[in-house]
């Protein structure tokens, strides 16, 4: 009998080809990613080197406030938006943390049948349906 064009062994390697495509990749990005931070880094710190900037007048104001009363609405106005800005990335964290979760729930089934079909005798992580710790494995 001829194998299919879809058989398992097939599918297997072709899921690990691409696993190996994916894995590149994502080392390439990290690459890219980590490269471009340093000459993003090295470029600005070139373009003030050796020079006075606004930079020094802001932060000899921080650093001597009582010279200069009328940066406290500055100050407060500053915190108000760092406060902000903590507040809604831990909103959108959570939120993320959520549809991550509701993502693994939904495809659970999907995923133990396809792992079954790979490897017949793997066990079970004893993950909860949701990607999480189950509760006697917590400390």
């Known amino acids: 009998m001829a194998k299919s064009k ?3 062994d097939n599918t297997v390697a072709a899921l690990h080809r691409f696993d190996i495509r994916y894995q ?3 080392q390439a990005i990290d ?3 980590w490269i471009a931070l340093a000459y993003f880094s ?3 710190i070139d373009a003030i080197a ?3 900037t606004l930079a020094d007048i802001k932060l000899s104001a921080v650093l001597n406030p009582q010279e200069c009363s009328c940066y406290t609405g500055y100050y407060l106005t500053i ?3 760092s406060l902000l800005i903590a507040w809604f990335g831990i909103i959108y964290g959570r939120r993320e ?3 991550r979760k509701d993502t693994v729930e ?3 089934f999907q995923i133990k049948t396809l792992q079954s079909v790979v490897d017949p005798n793997r066990t079970s992580s004893l993950l909860t349906s949701r990607g999480e710790t189950s509760a006697k494995d917590k400390r």
Request: no cysteine.
């Open 42 to 44: 090295f470029k600005a």
């Open 79 to 81: 915190i108000f938006i």
């Open 50 to 52: 050796g020079k006075i």
């Open 106 to 108: 939904k495809m659970a």
């Open 6 to 8: 879809y058989s398992v």
């Open 97 to 99: 943390s959520k549809l």
């Open 24 to 26: 590149t990749a994502k």
């Open 31 to 33: 690459a890219i990613k």
